[in-house]
């Protein structure tokens, strides 16, 4: 299924520059457990996308109760939101410009994988 959200947003979107989808899917992958994590399930947030602003829909970790820990990850509407901000996060955030300027010269994922340790 995010195949197909890919898929749907690269063919709908003309603003958006294409994430290699193998980078994506593992991604989505390690960080949803196989997308069985509880943040998967109940936020349909597959990436662990946090918000650090108490007003946007989220959820925290268990153990924290209603305590707002200063941070939450999203809750999504559906996973192919997710996968959509992903998408805009590593095209936009300046946290990703190493992964960016590496994207210009090479679409390995082994290679760009290693400009993602802000994620």
Known sequence: S????VEYIYNTT????PVNLELLLAQAALESGWGNSR???EGKNLFGIRTW???TPHMVPLGMGKKWPGWGVRIFASKCD???EYVRLLNE???YEDFRALR???QD???LIKTLDNF
């Open 2 to 5: 995010v195949s197909q959200c």
């Open 109 to 111: 994922p082994l290679k």
């Open 14 to 17: 003309t603003d958006v520059i």
């Open 104 to 106: 210009e010269k090479t």
């Open 39 to 41: 943040f998967a399930l």
């Open 82 to 84: 997710s996968v959509k």
């Open 53 to 55: 602003d108490k007003e």
């Open 93 to 95: 955030h300046p946290a």
